[in-house]
């Protein structure tokens, strides 16, 4: 078996009478993992416990087989973004960066090398010698993930990486990320923001109110939810002879139209209703244009589990 990137056993953490973490046990597979969840649910707390920014007050922390707490030999195997803004007044971005590698030891020559490298990949060559203070809110997130980058570490701590991102300059963080996956780097990118982590990731982990809600791939947590039932959309030009016939299925709890050639059907089994959706189709001879379920999004998976 695989051993996980990241391991947290029982972990709380408590910031007075509020609980940020509510003994999460969790493991997060190598490659690029989402952690998803609302603004408050316990992200950033996780990440900086990850990070060794903060301590746990109860349980055990494992990151890449070394507890992440006052253990500097980590600095250079993780790179961080965070997801508020730190930077040194008037320092320009090729300084911030550059700043960063020799905190982590590099000489002054290699890191100018290393920063350079790291502020091309996110394609602020061309603004890196202007102050930070002058930067967009897209250009610092670019400018932050950067400094993440700059020791090429093994594992990627991303904190809302794509906000106030324009949707050239998102799709670019997207694609180096792919990028920085395929040459081998482990991924967590943490995101309130359902549809995004979609697009980059299936394996996800998600958490509310400090306490885990579910892991696993979108798909597979969505079949598991057995007690709710599945919306399947079919676009057909006969979508009314089509829920006429339906309404004789005991499978189906209702159906509404979303078009004039697309019914929206709830049913309470999905398996036999396929089954059964399949053999109607022929038998009646309807055409269809597609058959899917809205539900596989992650905005109905987090409802669902969350309710």
């Given amino acids: 078996m695989t051993s996980p990137i990241i391991d947290l056993t029982s972990v709380s953490k408590f910031y007075g009478q509020v609980m940020g973490l509510n003994d999460v046990t969790v493991s997060f597979p190598k490659g690029m993992v ?177 306490k885990l809600v579910a892991q696993g791939s979108i798909h597979g947590i969505r079949d598991s939810l057995d007690r709710y039932p599945l919306t399947v959309r079919v676009k057909a030009k006969r979508s009314r002879d089509l829920a006429r016939l339906l309404t004789l299925n005991r499978n189906v709890s209702s159906f509404t139209f979303s078009g004039p050639e697309e019914v929206l059907i709830r049913t309470s089994d999905p398996n036999k209703f396929f089954d059964e959706l399949q053999d109607l189709l022929v038998d009646q001879r309807i055409s269809v244009q597609g058959i899917d379920s809205p539900d596989d999004d992650l905005s109905a998976i987090f409802e669902y589990l969350v309710e």
């Fill in 34 to 210: 989402g952690l998803l969840g609302p603004n408050g649910a316990g992200k950033s707390t996780m990440m900086k416990i990850i990070t060794g920014q903060i301590r746990p007050s109860k349980g055990r922390v494992m990151i890449l087989g070394m507890d992440p707490w006052d253990n500097p030999s980590l600095n250079m195997k993780v790179g961080y973004c965070p997801e508020q803004d730190a930077f040194f007044k008037n320092m320009t971005g090729d300084q911030f960066v550059r700043f960063n590698a020799r905190l982590n030891g590099y000489s002054r020559s290699r890191a100018e090398s290393l920063a350079l490298d790291a502020i091309k990949k996110v394609n602020m060559e061309r603004d890196m010698g202007r102050p930070i203070t002058q930067y967009s809110k897209g250009m610092r997130q670019r400018i932050k993930l950067a400094q993440s980058i700059v020791t090429d570490p093994d594992l990627l701590i991303l904190d809302e990486p794509l906000a106030g991102t324009d949707p050239i300059g998102r799709m670019r963080i997207i694609d180096l990320l792919f990028e920085l996956q395929k040459e081998g780097r482990h991924i967590i990118i943490s995101s309130h923001v359902l549809h995004e982590v979609e697009r980059m990731t299936e394996n996800i982990i998600l958490i509310d109110r400090g």
